[in-house]
């Protein structure tokens, strides 16, 4: 086994999310959301990294790393898992990020996600996305939704991914997988053809620049469904964010064709559990007839928030609602919940309103 092979082999057996490798230092892994450097390690030299990066590109990789280029990419270890994994340069040493990507198929009710993530993998067209911060569960949840879709009902689902994370395999559902790069040069040219490959639901890895969030919108318009990410921290900043793709006098047809085709928005981020491990407080929004008016009218846009915390009816939640329910179910400490929301002092005034006690000020930051 080649030493880098080695390090992810004890990355997975430690539980840890992420592996980071840098010349000068010992290898450092993410655990339940702390970086921890491994004292007990020797640190790494330019050579070593070099090295581990060689081994682990693609012939076809290669050309673009030694022109100096960050190089993403997935990497499968035998009996130990798929890593998604960034080669990058600094102070002209090589350095690397691992990310492990669980192969486990998991059940929402597994992950922790509320019964509207669910009910939006039912849907039959429209835009549904899921936003979060990096490492807040995004990949896991669209491979779960793709997974159940899969299971519970037949179609052609196409993924557009750069790298492809989770593999699936033909269950009800025929799936075709394809790398940017490698089965398409990008997202652009993939979704300009994807609608003539008779799909009932395409993902799109990530949509990040005008082109894409206009080919999605498209496609989800055209009666698909369509799943993707946005690394944006709630649902009104990522309506917002996708507005703000299109230029000024295009912003209002920008909004009628997101208040025509959205169907959903799931937003995570990831708090330590109460006995260990990392539990998703998750904001959901369910397109409705008051959302839609919200998001057609720039100057009402922001009373979205309020609009999901009155929106239990239809699966919806904010995220303090979201942060309650895990503090009222013991999952989460009160410490952590107050550090994971928006306004620490806006929270406290909801747990006391509720009756739950909570820290002295000054005690939490």
């Given at each position: 086994m080649a030493r880098v092979d080695a390090l992810l082999a004890m990355m997975a057996e430690r539980g840890a999310s992420d592996l980071h490798l840098k010349a000068g230092s010992p290898p450092a892994v993410r655990t339940d959301g702390r970086l921890v450097i491994l004292r007990d390690?020797?640190?790494?030299?330019?050579?070593?990294?070099?090295?581990?990066?060689?081994?682990?590109?693609?012939?076809?990789?290669?050309?673009?790393?030694?022109?100096?280029?960050d190089v993403d990419f997935a990497y499968e270890l035998p009996a130990v898992g798929r890593f998604r994994v960034n080669v990058f340069r600094q102070r002209g040493t090589v350095s690397m990020t691992a990310r492990r990507v669980s192969s486990l198929k998991l059940s929402f009710e597994d992950l922790g996600l509320p019964p509207v993530v669910k009910q939006l993998a039912d849907e039959k067209r429209g835009l549904v996305l899921v936003t979060g911060t990096a490492g807040s569960g995004k990949t896991t949840t669209l491979a779960t939704m793709i997974d159940y879709i899969n299971r519970n009902r037949d179609g052609h689902i196409i993924t557009i991914e750069d790298p492809i994370e989770v593999v699936h395999r033909d269950i009800g559902c025929v799936i075709d997988q394809r790398e940017i790069g490698i089965d398409t040069p990008d997202y652009g040219d993939a979704l300009r053809h994807v609608v003539r490959q008779d799909p009932n639901v395409i993902l799109i890895g990530e949509m990040r620049d005008p082109e894409t969030v206009s080919t999605a919108l498209t496609a989800a318009e055209i009666g698909n469904l369509v799943l993707s990410t946005l690394?944006?921290?709630?649902?009104?900043?990522?309506?917002?964010?996708?507005?703000?793709?299109?230029?000024?006098?295009?912003?209002?047809?920008?909004?009628?064709?997101?208040?025509?085709?959205?169907?959903?928005?799931?937003?995570?981020?990831?708090?330590?559990?109460?006995?260990?491990?990392?539990?998703?407080?998750?904001?959901?929004?369910?397109?409705?007839?008051?959302?839609?008016?919200?998001?057609?009218?720039?100057?009402?846009?922001?009373?979205?928030?309020?609009?999901?915390?009155?929106?239990?009816?239809?699966?919806?939640?904010n995220f303090d609602q979201s942060l309650i329910g895990l503090l009222q179910a013991g999952r989460v400490t009160v410490e952590d919940a107050m550090a994971t929301s928006a306004n620490a002092h806006d929270f406290r005034i909801k747990l006391r309103q509720i009756g739950m006690s909570v820290p002295p000020v000054g005690e939490v930051s």
């Open positions: 390690m020797p640190a790494l030299t330019a050579d070593d990294t070099e090295v581990f990066a060689r081994e682990m590109l693609e012939e076809r990789s290669l050309p673009g790393f030694d022109a100096g280029d690394h944006t921290i709630d649902a009104t900043e990522t309506i917002n964010r996708i507005i703000d793709f299109y230029p000024t006098y295009q912003q209002r047809q920008a909004r009628l064709m997101l208040g025509a085709t959205l169907r959903g928005i799931v937003s995570m981020r990831l708090i330590p559990a109460v006995g260990g491990g990392l539990v998703p407080a998750v904001e959901a929004l369910v397109m409705t007839g008051t959302i839609r008016e919200y998001i057609l009218d720039p100057e009402q846009t922001y009373k979205i928030r309020d609009a999901m915390s009155e929106g239990a009816y239809y699966g919806m939640q």
